[in-house]
């Protein structure tokens, strides 16, 4: 019998816009090793951890008059070939080139006849590097039964694990008929279900979305401040499918050093250099700008650690939850910035209804691959009214991984834009570093790269204040 997909992943399928793909995607960028990197390589480490992912080769079907949630069926044509793809750059490829492509790729919707999921080796690199570029659909991944695939090509080691062999037999593929007769099963034996699937049918997306904020309470707090209408800002407007992608690269112990000076913790200290960096780029856009001026984010998963900062093994101790901060663009200090995000999560957690993240200890190889598609999930269940923009904050390992032998150099998450939602912000710590994502409607935001170069004008502003206070 197939697997009906869950009500909160039948939302985000049907959530899909022409402007708003729902899928999350990862940049990362490696060294070639000495023997070489080659996309029969990547095709062979995909292929034999495929089995740790099984969802990767099972695709979509409806369900016909919208009876029932479609249903998860595996894939008898899989073709691993037609996922995993090979793009190179004009040699020497730029870093500029390299975005470019992730946002031309990110901009184009997934095919939903097949697995919900691509990967791209881009070879030709400056610098003796390639890069892989992967997207799954929101749908695809709820980091309990189902991880995002970049979580499990990747290893601590340069020599890669002896995987067990798999002979993989997909499972026969039911008719129109058998998904009919299942679905009026089903609405026979629980009723209130199949109201709910009559619902979906005729798009009450709204109420589905609902829904699948309930659901996913185990992993996001209950947001309090749901019912106050966003700021009006520049970020929110009409957005094209097409995208822009930038990224920022910073120090992790300038983080450190910030929080260990004026305290918070390191997620305050993330979300103080955003809102700086948000700050310089209204007025360098000309925006009126008040001292009671606020840009209002919503923190899908904020991993809260008692410990050193944002390391994967510090996690025992965390929490995480969800919640709106208003970010204080409008004043000009950034210490006193720092303290208004401080005192406002430390309330947020103190009244949050979180869960530990035990669960998360769980997650082999590389989590935030699988945390970020989680806090996508949860930003694009809300009312996109209550906020302006998503930023999605994982912590990475702090010890270098490795595909094939290749070290990973940079990680850059790819968060997925919501409706009139310009600007999506994801960010990982990894091996002492902070990658910033900036997902944008090309349209919208041509200046996205100013943000980029305003982040670590920010960051460095908080750091001369931390300097100052010491001397």
């Given at each position: 019998?197939?697997?009906?997909?869950?009500?909160?992943?039948?939302?985000?399928?049907?959530?899909?816009?022409?402007?708003?793909?729902?899928?999350?995607?990862?940049?990362?960028?490696?060294?070639?090793?000495?023997?070489?990197?080659?996309?029969?390589?990547?095709?062979?480490?995909?292929?034999?951890?495929?089995?740790?992912?099984?969802?990767?080769?099972?695709?979509?079907?409806?369900?016909?008059?919208?009876?029932?949630?479609?249903?998860?069926?595996?894939?008898?044509?899989?073709?691993?070939?037609?996922?995993?793809?090979?793009?190179?750059?004009?040699?020497?490829?730029?870093?500029?080139?390299?975005?470019?492509?992730?946002?031309?790729?990110?901009?184009?919707?997934?095919?939903?006849?097949?697995?919900?999921?691509?990967?791209?080796?881009?070879?030709?690199?400056?610098?003796?590097?390639?890069?892989?570029?992967?997207?799954?659909?929101?749908?695809?991944?709820?980091?309990?039964?189902?991880?995002?695939?970049?979580?499990?090509?990747?290893?601590?080691?340069?020599?890669?694990?002896?995987?067990?062999?798999?002979?993989?037999?997909?499972?026969?593929?039911?008719?129109?008929?058998?998904?009919?007769?299942?679905?009026?099963?089903?609405?026979?034996?629980?009723?209130?279900?199949?109201?709910?699937?009559?619902?979906?049918?005729?798009?009450?997306?709204?109420?589905?979305?609902?829904?699948?904020?309930?659901?996913?309470?185990?992993?996001?707090?209950?947001?309090?401040?749901?019912?106050?209408?966003?700021?009006?800002?520049?970020?929110?407007?009409?957005?094209?499918?097409?995208?822009?992608?930038?990224?920022?690269?910073?120090?992790?112990?300038?983080?450190?050093?910030?929080?260990?000076?004026?305290?918070?913790?390191?997620?305050?200290?993330?979300?103080?250099?955003?809102?700086?960096?948000?700050?310089?780029?209204?007025?360098?856009?000309?925006?009126?700008?008040?001292?009671?001026?606020?840009?209002?984010?919503?923190?899908?998963?904020?991993?809260?650690?008692?410990?050193?900062?944002?390391?994967?093994?510090?996690?025992?101790?965390?929490?995480?939850?969800?919640?709106?901060?208003?970010?204080?663009?409008?004043?000009?200090?950034?210490?006193?910035?720092?303290?208004?995000?401080?005192?406002?999560?430390?309330?947020?957690?103190?009244?949050?209804?979180?869960?530990?993240?035990?669960?998360?200890?769980?997650?082999?190889?590389?989590?935030?691959?699988?945390?970020?598609?989680?806090?996508?999930?949860?930003?694009?269940?809300?009312?996109?009214?209550?906020?302006?923009?998503?930023?999605?904050?994982?912590?990475?390992?702090?010890?270098?991984?490795?595909?094939?032998?290749?070290?990973?150099l940079e990680m850059y998450p790819v968060p997925p834009l919501v409706r009139n939602q310009a600007l999506s912000i994801g960010l990982t710590?990894?091996?002492?570093?902070?990658?910033?994502?900036?997902?944008?409607?090309?349209?919208?935001?041509?200046?996205?790269?100013?943000?980029?170069?305003?982040?670590?004008?920010?960051?460095?502003?908080?750091?001369?204040?931390?300097?100052?206070?010491?001397?």
């Amino acid at each position: 019998m197939a697997t009906r997909l869950t009500t909160q992943d039948a939302s985000f399928y049907f959530l899909e816009a022409g402007t708003t793909p729902m899928h999350v995607g990862s940049l990362a960028v490696f060294r070639v090793p000495r023997n070489g990197f080659s996309y029969d390589d990547l095709l062979s480490i995909v292929e034999s951890r495929l089995a740790l992912v099984p969802r990767y080769r099972q695709k979509v079907r409806e369900v016909a008059l919208g009876l029932a949630r479609p249903v998860w069926v595996d894939d008898r044509d899989f073709d691993i070939t037609y996922h995993i793809r090979r793009s190179a750059l004009p040699k020497p490829g730029s870093n500029e080139q390299l975005h470019d492509l992730v946002a031309r790729l990110t901009s184009r919707p997934l095919d939903r006849t097949r697995p919900l999921w691509e990967m791209y080796l881009v070879e030709g690199l400056v610098r003796n590097r390639f890069a892989i570029f992967t997207k799954s659909h929101s749908s695809l991944v709820d980091g309990d039964k189902a991880l995002e695939i970049s979580q499990v090509i990747l290893d601590a080691t340069k020599t890669p694990p002896t995987m067990a062999e798999e002979l993989w037999m997909p499972s026969r593929e039911p008719s129109e008929s058998e998904l009919v007769v299942q679905a009026v099963a089903e609405i026979i034996a629980r009723p209130g279900e199949g109201l709910e699937a009559v619902r979906s049918a005729v798009n009450d997306v709204a109420r589905t979305a609902g829904g699948a904020v309930r659901a996913l309470s185990k992993v996001a707090a209950v947001v309090r401040t749901a019912a106050q209408v966003a700021p009006s800002s520049p970020l929110n407007t009409e957005i094209s499918r097409n995208r822009r992608f930038a990224v920022a690269k910073t120090d992790l112990d300038d983080y450190r050093t910030v929080r260990s000076k004026f305290g918070g913790n390191i997620n305050d200290v993330v979300l103080a250099v955003v809102a700086g960096a948000l700050r310089n780029w209204l007025l360098s856009r000309g925006e009126p700008i008040s001292a009671f001026t606020t840009v209002r984010a919503l923190v899908p998963m904020s991993v809260y650690v008692s410990g050193e900062g944002p390391d994967i093994s510090d996690l025992a101790p965390s929490e995480v939850s969800s919640f709106l901060v208003d970010l204080p663009v409008g004043e000009p200090n950034a210490v006193v910035r720092f303290s208004h995000i401080a005192h406002a999560t430390e309330a947020t957690v103190r009244q949050s209804r979180g869960v530990t993240a035990g669960t998360l200890m769980r997650l082999s190889g590389f989590a935030p691959a699988t945390l970020h598609a989680m806090g996508a999930r949860v930003g694009s269940s809300f009312s996109q009214r209550v906020f302006n923009l998503v930023v999605t904050n994982v912590p990475g390992p702090q010890f270098p991984l490795y595909v094939g032998g290749a070290r990973m150099l940079e990680m850059y998450p790819v968060p997925p834009l919501v409706r009139n939602q310009a600007l999506s912000i994801g960010l990982t710590s990894y091996d002492g570093n902070v990658y910033y994502g900036l997902n944008a409607d090309r349209d919208a935001m041509p200046d996205v790269e100013v943000i980029t170069s305003l982040l670590h004008e920010s960051l460095e502003e908080l750091l001369d204040a931390a300097r100052d206070s010491s001397r």
